[in-house]
């Protein structure tokens, strides 16, 4: 890959998350929204914003048809200044809200103007038109099931990748990092070598071909961003490769050694004690200045990550603005 790079300061918006309160305090880098109740379901979406760029990218899209929208007309940000949009994984928690969403972005009538010039050089072929770029692993849009204990089965979950291009979204499929804007990029593949259970749940299948094969969420990835002056910001969607090991992927494809935060879902709500003290433990000791666990993440985790990290951790719900 090309050289990383680093970017000034960026601004991450919780526009789709598990829980949604109005009595949580603001402080000078985290805002909350209270103007008026925001809804939450079980699914996450984030607007990440690169003010000295120009670049707008929604991560993930939450899992109601119409949650996502309704929650950007309540906080008053308009969709149409979504330049990119990047997936984490294919599950419907994430990616639910994609089509309506498109849909308002009304692309038809419009070519996509980037708001500083051009587009960044990895996106300027996927831009042109009415076209939107909808970057993943190729492994998001495989269709899925469940099987359960009696052998019977829950499906198929398919992304509906022909919807999302009626309507002018442009699928750019990598397995490998790909960049989003300056000091920005997807992880792609995330390798599990560290101590976290990852192995694929008994009941999960995905299609490949004509078989059905246990599903091993390979197309699960992370957003990393590197902050001038202060290290790299990780932005997880589920982290079903393991958060410590997406943090330690990160740190490799950047060469940045240095974490200054991790934010969204941890998947760590069944995980066992032996588990989630070696998770918490590997985070403490990278010292991060903020922590904000939500989503998959589990209230016990959550609470062992306010316990462990006081001075780090951020309590993150619906219409959180962290600027960092």
């Not at 996106?123 to 993943?136: D, S």
């Not at 593949?189 to 004509?210: A, C, N, Y």
Request: net charge neutral.
């Amino acid at each position: 890959m090309d050289e990383f790079g680093e970017t000034g300061e960026v601004a991450i918006t919780v526009l789709v998350d598990n829980r949604a309160d109005l009595l949580v305090k603001s402080t000078r880098s985290v805002r909350r929204f209270t103007s008026e109740p925001l809804l939450a379901e079980h699914g996450l979406a984030a607007l990440i914003e690169f003010r000295q760029a120009g670049v707008c990218v929604l991560w993930d899209a939450g899992m109601g048809e119409d949650t996502l929208l309704e929650n950007m007309r309540r906080m008053r940000l308009d969709p149409r200044r979504i330049d990119v949009i990047a997936l984490s994984h294919g599950h419907r928690d994430h990616t639910g809200g994609l089509a309506r969403l498109l849909d308002a972005l009304d692309l038809r009538p419009r070519a996509r103007q980037w708001k500083k010039g051009a587009p960044p050089e990895d996106l300027r072929a996927y831009a042109e038109g009415r076209a939107i770029p909808i970057i993943a692993h190729p492994a998001a849009l495989r269709e899925r099931w469940w099987v359960n204990r009696d052998g019977s089965m829950r499906g198929p979950d398919l992304p509906p990748r022909a919807q999302w291009e009626a309507a002018g979204g442009r699928m750019v499929l990598s397995e490998g990092p790909f960049r989003l804007a300056p000091g920005c990029w997807t992880t792609g593949f995330v390798p599990r070598v560290s101590f976290e259970r990852t192995q694929p749940l008994p009941g999960l299948r995905q299609r490949v071909g004509d078989a059905l094969l246990p599903d091993g969420l390979e197309d699960d990835q992370a957003i990393v961003m590197h902050i001038a002056g202060k290290g790299l910001v990780i932005v997880a969607g589920c982290a079903h490769a393991g958060i410590v090991n997406t943090i330690q992927h990160a740190r490799a494809i950047s060469g940045v050694e240095r974490v200054y935060a991790v934010l969204g879902g941890f998947h760590l709500a069944g995980a066992r004690e032996p588990e989630l003290e070696a998770t918490l433990a590997e985070i403490e000791r990278l010292e991060p200045a903020l922590v904000a666990p939500t989503h998959c993440t589990g209230f016990e985790a959550i609470r062992r990550f306010a316990e462990r990290l006081p001075g780090a951790f951020v309590e993150s719900v619906v219409g959180t603005r962290f600027v960092v």
